[in-house]
């Protein structure tokens, strides 16, 4: 089992729908959550991180984190094709401190 | 503010040959994490420096290594390039530890082909 999962994709979706992404992880004692976006060709820039159970709102994205499911989500509202990206999910290691990305979901905007 | 800055972004070797990659992280930041992404396997992580000691090893064979200067640039080496080490490398730097704060800057990469 890996350590992050995340569903490879694509995920298609039309302009101005939701588009909802997730991530569960394997380590019971995962403190913290982190989406980055990466662009075709470029770096990924962290967008959200999630600490505590429950949701967290920024603009059009919410983070959603469910610890007893192991279970971590992301939620873009009004989606735009500017939104095209892979998105990849981090959870650090309670155990070793380390930082892992989930393999990312490629997300499309349809105009 | 000056980015992470890491040389060279690209380049191309042989099979046997050993390569050293650089990244400057930004000014103020005293960890440096290294990444490699493959379009198989994600984002895999290499190894996590802070003020000079390694803190963090990932799941790579002895061949890949790493140091961590007085002035937080850091490097890592390759040595005895296989085909499969044909990918892009990803330094990051953050002002804490990379599992504590998560908040990484990345830099634009150094592709490496192994031919």
């Known amino acids: 089992q890996k350590e992050v999962e995340q569903n490879s994709g694509p995920l298609s979706v039309p302009e101005g729908a939701i588009a909802s992404l997730n991530c569960t992880y394997s380590?019971?004692?995962?403190?913290?959550f982190f989406w980055y976006r990466q662009y075709s060709g470029k770096s990924p820039e962290l967008i959200m991180f999630?600490?505590?159970?429950g949701d967290k709102e920024d603009g059009r994205f919410t983070a959603q984190l469910n610890k007893a499911s192991q279970y971590v989500s992301l939620l873009i509202r009004d989606s735009q094709p500017s939104d095209s990206a892979t998105y990849l999910c981090?959870?650090?290691?309670?155990?070793?401190?380390?930082?892992?990305f989930g393999q990312g979901t490629t997300l499309q905007v349809k105009p | 503010k000056a980015g992470v800055t890491q040389t060279p972004r690209y380049l191309i070797k042989t099979r046997g040959q050993q390569v050293t990659l650089s990244c400057s992280p930004i000014?103020?930041?005293?960890?440096v994490s290294w990444y490699q992404q493959t379009p198989g396997q994600g984002l895999q992580f290499l190894f996590e420096?802070?003020?000079?000691?390694?803190?963090n090893k990932g799941n790579f064979p002895g061949r890949f290594s790493g140091r961590q200067f007085s002035n937080s640039r850091s490097e890592m080496n390759v040595s005895t390039l296989e085909l499969g080490d044909s990918a892009l490398y990803l330094c990051?730097?953050?002002?804490?530890?990379?599992?504590?704060?998560?908040?990484?800057?990345f830099g634009e990469g150094s592709r490496l082909t192994v031919l």
């Open positions: 420096y802070f003020s000079e000691t390694q803190r």
């Open positions: 990051a730097s953050s002002f804490g530890l990379a599992g504590a704060t998560g908040e990484l800057f």
């Open positions: 380590d019971r004692g995962s403190q913290s």
């Open positions: 999630i600490y505590s159970n």
């Open positions: 981090a959870v650090d290691s309670s155990n070793t401190g380390k930082l892992i």
């Open positions: 000014s103020g930041h005293r960890s």
